[in-house]
């Protein structure tokens, strides 16, 4: 995530870095809604875009939420961050 906003920050303005940090609050709190809402990519994965921008995170449903495993870009390799716990 500090990534991705020091980029936008750098390469764009404040104001991109905080339009990106607000979307992807506002689909982890639908995630967290609703977790089998989004795409699964495997038995216990789900995959959730970042609308407006290209990113996206796997998240794992829990007993009380969701896990976040792993933020990354659409070009990034499938299997990118899919070994996290």
């Not at 104001?15 to 495997?42: C, M, T, W």
């Not at 990034?76 to 716990?85: D, I, N």
């Given at each position: 995530?500090?990534?991705?906003?020091?980029?936008?920050?750098?390469?764009?303005?404040?104001?991109?870095?905080?339009?990106?940090?607000?979307?992807?609050?506002?689909?982890?709190?639908?995630?967290?809604?609703?977790?089998?809402?989004?795409?699964?990519?495997?038995?216990?994965?789900?995959?959730?875009?970042?609308?407006?921008?290209?990113?996206?995170?796997?998240?794992?449903?829990?007993?009380?939420?969701?896990?976040?495993?792993v933020l990354r870009h659409d070009r990034?390799?499938?299997?990118?961050?899919?070994?996290?716990?």
């Open positions: 995530m500090n990534g991705i906003l020091s980029y936008y920050t750098v390469e764009a303005s404040d104001a991109v870095g905080d339009r990106f940090f607000q979307e992807f609050l506002a689909v982890v709190d639908k995630a967290l809604k609703n977790p089998r809402g989004y795409h699964l990519i495997s038995p216990a994965l789900r995959r959730a875009d970042i609308p407006g921008f290209p990113y996206h995170f796997l998240y794992r449903e829990m007993a009380h939420g969701i896990r976040v495993l990034r390799h499938p299997s990118y961050g899919l070994m996290r716990q």
